[in-house]
């Protein structure tokens, strides 16, 4: 069974662009999670998705958004980057909405803001 | 006080060691607890969830839950070297809306 997939695996944008990152989640898996995880940080909670709605999001501001398509495949959407961006973004996945089913994670984009 | 809190370590333990992971939790209401294992630089994986009091095995690994203490641990018995790594802990807020990490424990295994 394949895992979750993220794409690009690396990103390099400059101040000001927008960035796009994507996820597939497992196979059967409706509920998609974002985290943002910096440098010597732990995982900041971004948004969540299930069923092709967002669920909940964290701390972030508007200019954090993403959407989830109708094979529960999501994007999530950096405008206006800022160099304090640059991080690992993980998607992960779970198989019933909500954060007390299990979550598995992909292998990342790591995001560079110059 | 911070919502889901883990020592930073570095914890540091010998080859064959029990090494004892502890995480703290401020959500009464959290019913679920989960342990990940991130390796620097890669994605955070799963090692062990937890649900009901008391103590769960899988292999090497035990996790125990407190839920009155607001406690959960890991233990990691025969360590490795390949078990070096960050250990996260995450605990869903009441209601499943969110889960919150733990800043993570590094833990060293010196062969």
């Known amino acids: 069974e394949a895992g979750v997939t993220q794409s690009p695996t690396h990103l390099i944008k400059t101040r000001g662009q927008q960035a796009t990152l994507r996820c597939s989640p497992i196979s059967g898996h409706t509920s998609v999670y974002w985290y943002q995880q910096a440098l010597g940080l732990g995982l900041q909670f971004l948004l969540w998705?299930?069923?092709?709605?967002?669920?909940n999001r964290g701390n972030f501001p508007p200019r954090f958004s993403g959407r989830q398509f109708p094979n529960y495949s999501s994007e999530l959407n950096v405008n206006a980057l800022e160099l304090e961006d640059s991080a690992l973004y993980l998607c992960?996945?779970?198989?019933?909405?909500?954060?007390?089913?299990?979550?598995?994670f992909g292998p990342g984009t790591r995001l560079t803001v110059l | 006080q911070k919502e889901v809190e883990q020592n930073s370590g570095p914890l540091s333990v010998p080859e064959g060691a029990i090494a004892s992971l502890n995480c703290t939790y401020s959500?009464?209401?959290?019913?679920?607890f989960f342990w990940y294992r991130q390796y620097s630089g890669k994605s955070p994986e799963l090692i062990m969830s937890?649900?009901?009091?008391g103590d769960k095995e899988d292999g090497r690994f035990t996790a125990q839950l407190n839920k009155a203490s607001q406690y959960v641990s890991l233990l990691i018995r025969d360590s490795q070297p390949s078990d070096s790594a960050t250990y996260l802990c995450?605990?869903?807020?009441?209601?499943?809306?969110?889960?919150?990490f733990g800043a993570g424990t590094r833990l060293f295994v010196k062969a």
């Open positions: 959500d009464r209401g959290s019913q679920s």
């Open positions: 992960a996945s779970s198989f019933f909405g909500g954060a007390t089913d299990t979550q598995y």
């Open positions: 937890i649900y009901s009091n």
């Open positions: 995450a605990v869903p807020n009441t209601g499943g809306f969110k889960t919150i």
């Open positions: 998705y299930d069923e092709g709605e967002e669920r």
